[in-house]
């Protein structure tokens, strides 16, 4: 098969991989203003009682047009700066995105505006997780200019799963709409 008869789904494929992954690594500065995200709600589907105290995520009408979160959580080990964070989305939409890296490096990358969050409301001050201490942030809402580009508008449900090494800690469930402006 010559390239010029691939189908454009795969073109598109391989852009959208070229431009994520830079040096062999996934790359997590990213920039869109092409769409708007408003959140649904969110939730904590599941936390390991054995290595965690709690973990909740709640959502709340933080204004009129605004849906923010809150998320708490307390360890019952030291993970220090070992835990990883997966990503998947595709409960009411297929669409096959999947991410997982170390919560380090999301911090450091600002993905999603984590950084600005955080420094906003909330007690997580670096990368280090500690037994017995009680993490919070508060009124968190996501910065839509530094999400992934190219999320096609409809609705989704983004499952965050946060791991330290093999074991699995919790479950987070974010419902979300994308959506882009009506040009007139």
């Known amino acids: 098969m010559v390239w010029s008869e691939a189908p454009k789904a795969v073109c598109v494929f391989l852009v959208l991989v ?12 990213f920039f869109q203003n092409d769409y708007h995200l408003t959140i649904e709600r969110s939730e904590t589907s599941y936390y390991n009682k054995i290595y965690m105290k709690t973990a909740s995520l709640v959502s709340f009408r933080y204004n009129r047009t605004i849906i923010a979160q809150n998320f708490t959580f307390r360890f019952n080990i030291d993970v220090g700066a070992n835990l990883e964070v997966r990503f998947a989305s595709n409960e009411y939409r297929y669409f096959p995105l999947r991410l997982g890296d170390r919560i380090c490096r999301a911090l450091d990358a600002d993905s999603g505006g984590l950084k600005q969050m955080i420094g906003k409301c909330g007690n997580i001050s670096d990368c280090m997780f500690f037994k017995d201490r009680t993490y919070h942030v508060c009124n968190a809402v996501p910065d839509e200019s530094k999400l992934p580009p190219h999320i096609p508008s409809g609705r989704y449900m983004l499952e965050i799963e946060v791991s330290y090494g093999s074991i699995k800690l919790f479950v987070a469930k974010i419902y979300f709409a994308i959506t882009r402006p009506e040009v007139k």
Request: hydrophobic fraction near 40%.
């Open 18 to 29: 070229s431009t994520i992954f830079a040096d062999g690594q996934l790359d997590l500065h």
